[in-house]
């Protein structure tokens, strides 16, 4: 009993971090996409962005009610701390996300096109913004007594968390970009690929920004990297984040269509990675761990057995559509 | 600002959750006509099944896209707005939603992507499964959320451990006392809901005289469903209503506006409940008949709401008026497609006009009655939000009213907004019609022949 209270958490830690990951890289370049709709310059071009993502967008969002409520299945003790203290960002979010959710019905339905994009444009940008709202706001810490939220309802509106707003927004510009390159051609193949570069530049920057800011403000994190033997462990990350950056410039001026994509997700991985390895074991920093939070093993059981049939079960059939959907969009195809 | 946090995330969890109910009740019933039309598209090989499919196909879209974005609201809306019940039952009903997710929403999600795009990608008998599996998600999602709103109401197999709820027997917590009487009442409400709908479209281009034979189909199917879904309601609803008597005596004092137990039960046809007097005002009642219903014996007696001090009793205008605004449509729906049928019967249907003015005109009816069954059951479990074991004040999140106050407007503009321009978009998808080729001037020449059989052209085979 006393070594499943130990392990079932890191278990459910283990699956919840795979469901944001997913969730961060699926709806990453979904969202992305709606970041890049004001750059389009036809209503024409929208249509070919949007259908890359169309058969898509509800799966994708599906990942995050599964780490709102895996949160709630396996920590609900964290998920009751986290959501008061992030009120907010997290409201706003979801309001964005009705916007640029009902934007792709609403947007073939309706005679004029311009009203629905503007609202997918701004409600996925106001989306992404707020999810990195929500991101600062927990690296950055929740002031939590007797287990319930214990702040003011702005407390997580500080420089940080706007920064990791807008790095977030650069983030998922890289991501809709280099898919987007990937999944169209002509004029907006052509726009994607140039300002890949740029949104790649801007993460690079945030994230360097991101890496310096959190080890300065909480000695927590600079006890993790910078300690020995942490260090010898940890180095690497930087490293590798640094050669896949490379990387992924050097194919984006190659004109190559893939890796980019797939470059672009392993940053983004690494920069999860990173936060993951600087709060590890806090689900709510500074003070909750996994197993302070974690709800009883019985719970987390039977959870677990069927998330170990289903899980295998969705990504095969969310395999099973990217595949049908497979190929370029191209320019001036019906919708429907 | 002094507002109350209670009352308000009270209120913006019931904007939020019924403007979302409106949608799954659609769309569970939707998802299973459009199966069920790719169904006999796929076995009779006749185009017009695909032609429906396809046009109803669009307004599910619509529908279904409103559903999921409210629903991923509702998912967060238990931490947001009510952490210290989330930290309190976390333990039992989280498991619940998971399944509910990893069972159902990733499957309605990913295949919905094949209905909606795929027609042209995929082999009919793909296309058609993939409506089948849409329908068998949003049928899941309903088993799942009703079992945790179940366990809400009659809550078992738990126990309390340092405060929290933890689950002792996860077959007792799934199909707690109420709900196999619940799924069955919203499940059929849900098909009943979309036979209402689908009848008033056919109704409706019947009455225009347009898309004659695509709105006789759909007459006579949503006839046929309903004429045995209708009173089939009544019965499940008199079975709901006898187990909520048993685990929620208060609840079904609150609907019969019962207050003194000690006496046989009226049947309170109308009346203004008075909770200040603890009476019912302007009541016309029948003597004994809601013994006879409840406890099926004339004298036959049963709580009532004087039993327990006011502080536990649950708000009687809203759940009192909403019973009976549910049951007086379920009786509507009842005698529409009974008299329906009888009209197919004689040959009639098609051309009695009065008749279908007035089923084309209350397509709403089962929207409104799933609304204020719900109103019924969720404002009837008052003060508690776990059944006796929670009370809804202690449940909520230590969040200013001032915030909520200010969310709940940004819920009410936003909601406004979005279901002001769902609607009007559904509704010209409706009036547009099938995408079928017909020429526009035999719309209202042709009243009574059959235009689009004339128009359509011929041996287009699948």
């Given at each position: 009993?006393?070594?499943?209270?130990?392990?079932?958490?890191?278990?459910?830690?283990?699956?919840?971090?795979?469901?944001v990951?997913?969730?961060?890289?699926?709806?990453?370049?979904?969202?992305?996409?709606?970041i890049?709709?004001?750059?389009?310059?036809?209503?024409?071009?929208?249509?070919?962005?949007?259908?890359?993502?169309?058969?898509?967008?509800?799966?994708?969002e599906?990942?995050?009610?599964l780490?709102?409520?895996?949160?709630?299945?396996?920590?609900?003790?964290?998920?009751?701390?986290?959501?008061?203290?992030?009120?907010?960002p997290?409201?706003?979010?979801?309001?964005?996300?009705?916007?640029?959710?009902?934007?792709?019905?609403?947007?073939?339905?309706?005679h004029?096109?311009?009203?629905?994009?503007?609202?997918?444009?701004?409600?996925?940008?106001?989306?992404?913004?707020?999810?990195?709202?929500?991101?600062?706001?927990?690296?950055?810490?929740?002031?939590?007594?007797?287990?319930?939220?214990?702040?003011?309802?702005?407390?997580?509106?500080?420089?940080?968390?706007?920064?990791?707003?807008?790095?977030?927004i650069?983030?998922?510009?890289?991501?809709?970009?280099?898919?987007?390159?990937?999944?169209?051609?002509?004029?907006?193949?052509?726009?994607?690929?140039?300002?890949?570069?740029?949104?790649?530049?801007?993460?690079?920057?945030?994230?360097?920004?991101?890496?310096?800011?959190?080890?300065?403000?909480?000695?927590?994190?600079?006890?993790?990297w910078?300690?020995?033997?942490?260090?010898?462990?940890?180095w690497?990350?930087?490293?590798?984040?640094?050669?896949?950056?490379?990387?992924?410039?050097?194919?984006?001026?190659r004109?190559?269509?893939?890796?980019?994509?797939?470059?672009?997700?392993?940053?983004?991985l690494?920069?999860?990675?990173?936060?993951?390895?600087?709060?590890?074991?806090?689900?709510?920093p500074?003070?909750l761990?996994?197993?302070?939070?974690?709800?009883?093993?019985?719970?987390?059981?039977f959870?677990?057995?069927?998330t170990?049939?289903?899980l295998?079960?969705?990504?095969?059939?969310?395999?099973?559509?990217?595949?049908?959907?497979?190929?370029?969009?191209?320019?001036?195809?019906?919708?429907? | 600002?002094?507002?109350d946090?209670?009352?308000?995330?009270?209120?913006?969890f019931?904007?939020?959750?019924?403007?979302?109910?409106?949608?799954p009740?659609?769309?569970?019933?939707?998802?299973?006509?459009?199966?069920?039309?790719?169904?006999?598209?796929?076995?009779?090989?006749?185009?017009?099944?695909?032609?429906?499919?396809?046009?109803?196909?669009k307004?599910?879209?619509?529908?279904?896209?409103?559903?999921?974005?409210?629903?991923?609201?509702?998912?967060?809306?238990?931490?947001?707005?009510?952490?210290?019940?989330?930290?309190?039952?976390?333990?039992?009903?989280?498991?619940?939603?998971?399944?509910?997710?990893?069972?159902?929403?990733?499957?309605?999600?990913?295949?919905?992507?094949?209905?909606?795009?795929?027609?042209?990608?995929?082999?009919?008998?793909?296309?058609?499964?993939?409506?089948?599996?849409?329908?068998?998600?949003t049928?899941?999602s309903?088993?799942?959320?009703?079992?945790?709103?179940?366990?809400?109401?009659?809550?078992?197999?738990y126990?309390?451990?340092?405060?929290?709820?933890?689950?002792?027997?996860?077959?007792?917590i799934?199909?707690?006392?109420?709900?196999?009487?619940?799924?069955?009442?919203?499940?059929?409400?849900?098909?009943?809901?979309?036979?209402f709908?689908?009848?008033?479209?056919?109704?409706?281009?019947?009455?225009?005289?347009?898309?004659?034979?695509e709105?006789?189909?759909?007459?006579?199917?949503?006839?046929?469903?309903?004429?045995?879904?209708?009173?089939?309601?009544?019965?499940?609803?008199?079975?709901?209503?006898?187990?909520?008597?048993?685990?929620?005596?208060?609840?079904?004092?609150?609907m019969?506006?019962?207050?003194?137990?000690?006496?046989?039960?009226?049947?309170?046809?109308?009346a203004?409940?008075d909770?200040?007097?603890?009476?019912?005002r302007?009541s016309?009642?029948?003597?004994?008949?809601?013994?006879?219903?409840?406890?099926?014996?004339?004298?036959?007696?049963?709580?009532?709401?004087?039993?327990?001090?006011?502080?536990?009793?649950?708000?009687?205008?809203?759940?009192?008026l909403?019973?009976?605004?549910?049951?007086?449509?379920?009786?509507?729906?009842?005698?529409?497609?009974?008299?329906?049928?009888?009209?197919?019967?004689?040959?009639?249907?098609?051309?009695?006009r009065?008749f279908?003015?007035?089923?084309?005109?209350?397509?709403?009816?089962?929207?409104?009655?799933?609304?204020?069954?719900?109103?019924?059951?969720?404002?009837?479990?008052?003060?508690?939000?776990?059944?006796?074991?929670?009370?809804?004040?202690?449940?909520?999140?230590?969040?200013?009213?001032?915030?909520?106050?200010?969310?709940l407007?940004l819920?009410i503009?936003?909601?406004?907004?979005?279901?002001?321009f769902?609607?009007?978009y559904?509704?010209?998808l409706?009036?547009?019609?099938p995408?079928i080729?017909?020429?526009?001037?035999?719309?209202?020449?042709?009243?009574?022949?059959?235009?689009?059989?004339?128009?359509?052209?011929?041996?287009?085979?699948?």
């Open positions: 009993m006393e070594s499943m209270e130990m392990y079932l958490p890191l278990i459910w830690a283990a699956l919840i971090g795979v469901a990951a997913l969730y961060i890289i699926l709806d990453g370049f979904d969202l992305g996409i709606g890049l709709f004001p750059f389009a310059k036809s209503e024409a071009e929208r249509d070919q962005m949007m259908r890359t993502v169309a058969p898509f967008w509800d799966g994708n599906t990942w995050l009610i780490g709102g409520v895996g949160l709630f299945v396996a920590f609900p003790r964290a998920y009751a701390a986290i959501m008061p203290a992030l009120y907010l997290v409201i706003v979010m979801l309001v964005s996300l009705v916007f640029r959710g009902v934007a792709f019905e609403f947007r073939t339905v309706s004029s096109k311009k009203g629905w994009s503007f609202a997918f444009a701004l409600g996925s940008t106001l989306a992404t913004f707020s999810q990195g709202l929500v991101l600062g706001g927990l690296v950055q810490g929740i002031n939590v007594v007797n287990g319930q939220y214990a702040g003011g309802p702005f407390d997580w509106a500080t420089p940080f968390t706007v920064l990791c707003g807008f790095a977030l650069a983030g998922y510009g890289l991501l809709g970009s280099t898919w987007l390159h990937m999944k169209t051609d002509a004029d907006v193949a052509a726009r994607s690929q140039r300002q890949a570069r740029y949104w790649l530049i801007a993460v690079l920057l945030f994230m360097a920004a991101v890496s310096l800011y959190t080890p300065l403000a909480e000695a927590r994190i600079a006890q993790r910078f300690s020995l033997p942490n260090f010898y462990f940890l690497p990350v930087p490293t590798v984040t640094a050669l896949v950056a490379f990387a992924c410039w050097y194919w984006i001026e004109g190559r269509e893939v890796p980019p994509f797939l470059a672009s997700i392993a940053l983004f690494l920069g999860y990675a990173g936060l993951v390895i600087s709060n590890f074991p806090y689900i709510v500074p003070s761990t996994i197993w302070d939070t974690a709800a009883s093993p019985g719970s987390q059981i959870m677990l057995i069927g170990l049939f289903l295998p079960m969705v990504l095969g059939y969310v395999i099973l559509v990217y595949w049908l959907f497979r190929g370029k969009v191209h320019a001036g195809e019906t919708y429907h | 600002m002094d507002a946090p209670v009352l308000l995330a009270r209120l913006q019931a904007f939020t959750i019924v403007f979302h109910i409106i949608f009740s659609f769309t569970i019933g939707l998802s299973a006509w459009l199966a069920t039309l790719g169904g006999l598209w796929l076995y009779t090989g006749e185009e017009r099944y695909q032609q429906l499919m396809r046009f109803w196909v307004i599910f879209a619509v529908s279904f896209a409103m559903g999921v974005v409210s629903g991923i609201v509702l998912s967060y809306q238990f931490g947001t707005n009510w952490s210290r019940f989330s930290a309190f039952t976390g333990d039992v009903l989280g498991p619940l939603l998971g399944y509910e997710v990893l069972a159902a929403f990733f499957l309605e999600a990913t295949f919905l992507g094949i209905l909606l795009f795929g027609f042209n990608k995929v082999p009919p008998w793909l296309y058609t499964l993939s409506a089948a599996v849409v329908a068998f998600g049928m899941s309903a088993f799942w959320i009703l079992s945790a709103n179940s366990w809400m109401q009659t809550p078992a197999g126990a309390i451990k340092n405060g929290v709820a933890v689950p002792v027997d996860w077959l007792k799934v199909f707690n006392p109420s709900f196999p009487y619940r799924f069955a009442h919203m499940l059929n409400a849900a098909y009943l809901t979309t036979a709908v689908v009848l008033g479209v056919g109704a409706r281009f019947l009455l225009e005289g347009r898309h004659l034979r709105g006789r189909t759909m007459l006579r199917m949503a006839i046929g469903l309903a004429v045995i879904l209708a009173p089939l309601q009544l019965f499940i609803g008199d079975q709901h209503g006898l187990n909520t008597l048993e685990h929620q005596p208060l609840k079904v004092a609150a019969e506006g019962h207050w003194d137990g000690s006496k046989p039960g009226e049947l309170v046809l109308f203004w409940p909770e200040k007097n603890e009476t019912n302007y016309l009642a029948i003597p004994n008949a809601g013994s006879l219903i409840l406890t099926h014996s004339w004298n036959g007696l049963y709580p009532g709401l004087k039993s327990v001090p006011p502080d536990q009793r649950p708000p009687l205008v809203p759940v009192f909403a019973f009976r605004i549910m049951v007086g449509l379920g009786l509507y729906m009842i005698a529409a497609a009974l008299f329906g049928a009888f009209l197919w019967w004689r040959g009639t249907l098609f051309e009695t009065w279908l003015r007035i089923v084309a005109n209350t397509w709403w009816a089962g929207f409104v009655a799933v609304i204020s069954g719900w109103v019924v059951t969720e404002s009837g479990r008052q003060p508690w939000l776990v059944y006796n074991i929670m009370r809804t004040a202690d449940g909520v999140s230590p969040v200013p009213g001032a915030t909520v106050l200010g969310t407007a819920f503009v936003a909601y406004g907004i979005v279901f002001s769902g609607i009007y559904m509704n010209r409706i009036k547009y019609g995408d080729p017909e020429p526009p001037q035999d719309d209202l020449a042709n009243f009574g022949g059959n235009p689009i059989a004339a128009a359509r052209p011929a041996g287009r085979d699948i």
